[in-house]
């Protein structure tokens, strides 16, 4: 029974290029819940998503950050016109209903140069 | 806002040794209170958690007890092993899904 998989689980992007991360839910999940941390701190909610819907985009940046859910293959995190202080670990996260337990994936850190 | 704090790390600790890593919270409803731990490599994996005041969450042979009096939910375990190193992250949720989280801190464990 996989877990949450995340990839890749390291991503190095110069300036100004797009980063693309995936996350594929547990077997039967479809909600799914991206978070940031940032060196030296907690984790932050950016979206919470469930297929083909948006529920929840209230820590996700204004611009250059967008997320999706099809309704087939993974969720993808997508930000554009990387700058060195989006380097971060990106977490992905998923339940099978809203209020439940959330299962987390190993996370893809994402270093800009 | 919502927020968690606990303790700094790393803390180091001798193997069997008495564990004690602190968080304390502020919100303005009741939230539900959590500890993960991630290991290694590994994504986070939720530990224990205390939906309300005076709730005791256990697992593994760590305990938690929400205390609404002194906004808390410290995590113990009385007898320390090398397996439990990894970085511990307290979190909270004043809703359905949204986890607010502390900054995590780091377990070293020697034998």
């Known amino acids: 029974n996989a877990g949450v998989m995340q990839n890749p689980r390291h991503l190095v992007r110069r300036r100004g290029q797009e980063a693309r991360l995936r996350c594929s839910p547990m077997k039967g999940h479809s909600h799914v819940y991206w978070y940031r941390q940032l060196p030296e701190e907690g984790l932050k909610f950016m979206v919470y998503?469930?297929?083909?819907?948006?529920?929840?985009e209230s820590g996700m940046p204004k611009e250059r950050f967008s997320a999706e859910f099809p309704k087939e293959g993974p969720s993808i995190l997508r930000i554009q016109q990387v700058v060195r202080g989006d380097s971060a670990a990106y977490f992905c996260?998923?339940?099978?209903?809203?209020?439940?337990?959330?299962?987390f994936g190993p996370g893809t850190r994402l270093t800009v140069t | 806002g919502d927020s968690v704090t606990q303790m700094e790390g790393p803390v180091t600790l001798s193997e069997e040794a008495f564990l004690t890593i602190n968080c304390t919270y502020t919100?303005?409803?009741?939230?539900?209170l959590f500890w993960y731990v991630q290991y290694p490599g590994e994504g986070l994996q939720l530990l224990l958690k205390?939906?309300?005041a005076d709730d005791k969450g256990s697992n593994k042979g760590f305990e938690a007890t929400y205390r609404k009096e002194t906004t808390s939910f410290h995590l113990e375990k009385g007898s320390v092993q090398v397996s439990d190193s990894a970085v511990y992250f307290c979190?909270?949720?004043?809703?359905?899904?949204?986890?607010?989280w502390g900054a995590g801190t780091k377990l070293i464990i020697k034998p």
């Open positions: 919100a303005t409803g009741y939230p539900s």
């Open positions: 979190a909270l949720s004043d809703s359905n899904y949204q986890l607010i």
């Open positions: 996260a998923s339940s099978r209903q809203g209020n439940d337990e959330q299962y």
């Open positions: 998503l469930q297929k083909e819907n948006i529920i929840d």
């Open positions: 205390a939906t309300k």
